[in-house]
């Protein structure tokens, strides 16, 4: 079935009723509504839908209201195949997939220039820093396709805010000519760049000198409930941890101090002050009551830093859980006493999931240095001895110059390297990438090149591309993610507020669909690309 009859059989659910509705209190009065509701995008970096389902029933508050109280799409999954950060976010930002937008990886290699490009670096500006001197500068030029919160400000006149502790994770949500885009830089502390203003935001600076990180120095992060209710083991096979941290609780922050700022990202405390940064904006700029429709997106790092480390079964994990779920109860209880419910729209979303750490999945590791090694001794017969990768960025493999081309002519060569490729235990698929690219491929029966083809863009993807066997890793990290299997591809995306009835939807949905979904209950205009409205005023 296609996508398009599949969403539109959602849509023909949705209206006719089918879906049902778990509802733990009745909706808080507020102010009245503003006449264009304030849209506000939340996104947990790194949150398996799986978490909801094993975790669920121990949160009490943000996590439970939007599960009981919002609109929920339990099959909702990313379609393609690099589900990573820079991906996700730019995905959920702009209602379209990778191929289009043009943000494939966190990192492409640059051809040209040889070496690699992280998706939101820009030499044309300078990074700003809030607490120190930042390095490099950061933006949304090679954003390809605008965001919801730049159409809502060229559109509508809407203020635009962006906040997160990844400049990937704050830039890919706000486009150009954000009111306010903020992140983390490890030894700048919160950064902007000259892409968004010239000097440091006032409202901003005042925040961060009222409420300095530097008070959580010396604090412990402790269990927030009974270890009785965790389940598994505090100390699983595989976990790695940060650096002068040890793999059980406590986990004190700033012990050695030069550490600090890296625990405290790796912490709930970073959590709880991107929720009381967010609601500062919104009552500062006095978000949701402008000209326009306004936006604020907030996206959640802790988990995803904490999962590559600690793993998804951690007591770690579970209790960054356990606290956000506080977190996003305390912003959306700021919300409705701010604006009433019919005052915001707002959605839950997810960059990807993440890979059980193969310790404990039974599964193994298949390093990019034993794939290098593997492509230099397939293509040494047909072009001689020598270096014949020049990068790799896990699924993505860049060749080094001329040797693309000399491969896509000798069929022996091409088939010689694949093949060599697909022997390796920890790679299940291996492809040339004009094999995966193209409007052809993106509409393949064949679910794995289709998922690939969805990740191509043909300037800034790899030249050969692997899908690695699943549950393994092409990485000696603890674990990660950017694979087309559930644990990665499957995300949350719930509607709440405005507009949003409440009930499971079990029709197909993607993370692509939360821009113009958001648009549609707004009522604001919105360029749609890959994804649909699924619910409307």
């Known amino acids: 079935m296609t996508r398009l009859v599949s969403l539109v059989l959602s849509l023909l659910l949705v209206s006719s009723g089918c879906a049902t509705a778990r509802h733990s209190e009745a909706p808080r009065p507020g102010p009245p509504a503003a006449k264009s509701p304030l849209v506000v995008v939340l996104v947990v970096d790194q949150m398996r839908s799986e978490y909801f389902d094993a975790y669920g029933a121990r949160f009490t508050s943000g ?11 339990r099959n909702a999954a990313y379609p393609y195949l690099n589900t990573v950060t820079c991906a996700g976010h730019s995905t959920i930002g702009t209602g379209a997939f ?63 805010v962006a906040i997160s502790l990844k400049p990937r994770s704050a830039i890919t949500m706000a486009g150009k000519d954000a009111t306010a885009v903020l992140w983390f830089q490890d030894a700048a502390g919160w950064t902007t760049s000259t892409a968004f203003t010239q000097k440091p935001v006032d409202w901003i600076q005042e925040f961060i000198a009222a409420n300095p990180i ?28 940060p650096s002068g941290w040890t793999r059980t609780f406590p986990h004190v922050l700033g012990e050695p101090a030069q550490q600090f700022r890296l625990h405290w990202q790796r912490s709930p405390f970073a959590d709880e002050y991107l929720g009381r940064l967010a609601a500062h904006a919104i009552d500062t700029l006095n978000l949701g009551r402008g000209e326009g429709t306004d936006f604020i997106s907030v996206s959640f790092s802790t988990l ?6 600690y793993g998804p079964a951690s007591h770690e994990v579970q209790d960054v859980l356990l606290r956000l779920d506080r977190t996003i109860g305390t912003l959306l209880d700021h919300l409705d006493s701010r604006l009433g419910r019919d005052g915001y729209v707002l959605a839950l979303g997810s960059d990807h999931g993440v890979a059980t750490i193969p310790e404990q999945s039974g599964a193994r590791r298949q390093p990019s240095s034993e794939i290098i090694a593997t492509i230099d001794s397939a293509l040494a017969p047909f072009f001689g001895p020598g270096k014949h990768v020049a990068h790799t960025a896990y699924t993505d493999i860049y060749l080094a110059p001329g040797v693309f081309e000399k ?35 993106r509409d393949s029966s064949d679910p794995v090149k289709r998922a690939a083809a969805l990740s191509h863009h043909p300037e800034r993807s790899g030249d050969l591309i692997v899908v690695p066997t699943e549950n393994w890793l092409l990485s000696t990290a603890a674990t990660t993610h950017g694979t087309l299997y559930a644990y990665d ?12 009835r409440p009930g499971r939807r079990d029709g197909p949905a993607t993370p692509a669909d939360i821009a113009p979904t958001l648009a549609a209950l707004a009522g604001a205009p919105f360029a749609a690309t890959d994804g649909v409205a699924l619910l409307k005023r």
């Open 407 to 441: 491969l896509k002519t000798s069929p022996k060569a091409s088939e010689a390297v694949l093949a060599a490729l697909r022997a390796l235990p920890g790679i299940a698929h291996a492809f040339r990438s004009d094999e995966i690219s193209g409007p052809e491929m």
């Open 304 to 309: 995803d830093l904490v999962g590559h480390q």
């Open 214 to 241: 530097e008070s959580a120095r010396g604090k412990a992060w402790e269990r927030m409930r009974p270890i009785a209710e965790y389940t598994g083991a505090d100390d699983g096979p595989g976990e790695a941890t």
């Open 63 to 73: 996590f439970r209201r939007l599960m009981d109280q919002g609109a929920w799409f």
């Open 98 to 160: 990778p191929y289009r937008h043009g943000m494939v990886l966190n990192a492409w290699w640059d051809r040209q220039a040889g070496r690699s490009h992280p998706c939101t670096s820009d030499p044309s500006v300078k990074n700003i820093g809030y607490m120190g001197t930042p390095t490099g500068g950061d933006s949304a030029a090679a954003l390809l396709v605008p965001p919801l919160g730049q159409q809502l400000h060229e559109k509508t006149r809407g203020r635009s």
């Open 489 to 500: 591809q499957r995300v949350p995306v719930i509607f709440f507020g405005a507009g949003v």
